[in-house]
């Protein structure tokens, strides 16, 4: 079956440093791969998505890659301040109506 | 998490007990979803329900029931908890309707459920 794997150990980064999380996945490519943010105790909030035939994708600072031949979407934040501290989560597709979730990062941003 | 209400927010059971959590959206997306959320397991799908009027078992149904009462409400209910099920239950919703089926899901903001 289908598994997502991102790192859980957390990542600890300076301010002003790009963040780069990894989100690996086994079995068939999905049609897309979303990306979310969690803060504690909140739900996730969707972030961006990423379709099959989309090498990279943008928007303000962060920007997300998918490569279907390494099985990988890869998240940046650049310029990262301490508000960018939360879990992030990544998700793809799994049939017409579901999405299948990894267990997420933590990312911690240190002034 | 505006659009998506979860009640209540936080519940003890102890084990045999039963309730029910609810879940209600006002952004009249057809699709609503059952996540639980344990440490180390990412989200799992517990039930979904594509649209008012069905609904179908996703990838941890058992121990778990549902009614998708109208468009706008989606309960899960639990009848006879377990410890196993101490968890945070996420409802989630999605817009559905031609190409969007890539549309991202909208959570709410959880219910903490401690089983003794």
């Known amino acids: 079956s289908q598994k997502i794997e991102q790192n859980s150990e957390a990542l600890n980064i300076q301010e002003g440093k790009t963040a780069t999380l990894t989100c690996n996945y086994t079995n068939y490519s999905p049609a897309y791969l979303q990306w979310y943010r969690q803060d504690p105790g909140r739900g996730p909030v969707f972030l961006l998505l990423i379709r099959e035939n989309e090498k990279e994708k943008r928007k303000e600072r962060l920007k997300v890659t998918f490569d279907t031949t390494l099985k990988q979407s890869l998240f940046h934040i650049t310029a990262s301040q301490p508000a960018d501290s939360a879990t992030y989560l990544c998700?793809?597709?799994?049939?017409?109506?579901?999405?299948?979730f990894g267990a997420g990062t933590r990312l911690a941003v240190h002034p | 998490n505006a659009g998506v209400t979860q009640t209540p927010k936080f519940q003890v059971l102890k084990t045999g007990q039963s309730m029910t959590l609810q879940c209600a959206q006002d952004m009249n997306h057809n699709s609503m979803y059952w996540y639980r959320q344990d440490p180390g397991m990412g989200l799992r799908l517990i039930y979904y329900?594509?649209?008012?009027?069905?609904?179908d078992k996703g990838e941890v149904p058992n121990g778990y029931n549902v009614s998708r009462l109208n468009k706008r409400e989606f309960s899960l209910r639990l009848e006879s908890a377990a410890p196993s099920q101490t968890s945070v239950y996420f409802c989630a919703i999605r817009d559905r309707g031609g190409l969007l089926y890539n549309s991202p899901l909208h959570f709410g903001n959880g219910t903490r459920l401690t089983v003794t």
């Open positions: 329900s594509a649209s008012e009027g069905t609904t």
């Open positions: 998700a793809l597709a799994r049939g017409y109506n579901k999405l299948i």
